[in-house]
């Protein structure tokens, strides 16, 4: 028999802080923005990505849009964990034109982050000429306030693979529908009612499909997860789930929504991840993030 999982006892005890954004003023405090030109240091190079678009087959270098940026020394007091830098200022940029969905390396640049320290004198930067228009996105406030958070059930799997075990479901739960029955009623217990468009730093994502630590993991290791796993030697997969829940923690979560008569929209009504080892936040090598795109 196998031993029971207290499911709200757990979620509790996987609780992560995080940083939620709104464009709401009383969600808290201002500490970036959404879209507009970006700060960056006089010597900054605009990046690109060597592609074609949806519109557009033809394959160029493509300047990235540039997303948002975060004061982190306003973001300090709500990074009660101490992991992001506690100065400086964090920028996001991807290609909004070809939406890469972060499978394999072919996607390496397509999405961009940059941490300009308090040293760096910045300055606003025009758009680049060959930015389509749609593409530049309008400047909008984020507002931002700390918040416990909770896994959602395909982290849990990563954790206690277990529980997805065919013999634990009858065993435990009789069947795998009273299991995700008590999953939806403990979360919702600790959550309650949250309908707001999900933009936040740090935390647990709110998954659209399936967990993405051991995604980036073998992506980073060169495998192309927008195939099966069955070329991919077990040893090689099981390694790679033991590292991911070790070393990966999401960096930034943008949902689909609508800035104040912007439609922002990934893919059909999804969101964007960008993941960074944990080492590599640690030394502040966020040239290191990866981008996964997931939606419905």
Known sequence: MMKELNLLETLKNMAKNAIRLTINPKDGVCVGRFGGNPDVPKDFIWPTFLTNTFDDKEVKPRPLSFLAQFDCALLAPMDTNHLLPERGILSFFYELGSETWGFSQKDAGSAKVFYF????????RE???DLDKDYRLPPVDFFARAEIQYPDFQDIKCVFPEIFDTDYWQEIRGGFDGFCDEYDTAIETLRGADDEPHHQLLGWPRII????????????????MGNTLKDIPEETINE???NSLADWILLFQLESDD??????CFGDCGSIYFYIRKE???????????LILQCY
């Open 127 to 129: 758009f680049p000429a």
């Open 117 to 124: 320290s308090e040293k760096d004198i910045l300055e606003k």
């Open 209 to 224: 499909q399936n967990t993405m630590p051991f995604e980036c993991e073998m992506v980073k290791r060169g495998y192309d």
């Open 280 to 290: 590599e936040l640690k030394e502040c090598r966020f040239d290191q993030a990866w």
């Open 240 to 242: 790679g789930k033991e």
């Open 259 to 264: 800035f104040d008569g912007y439609d922002l």
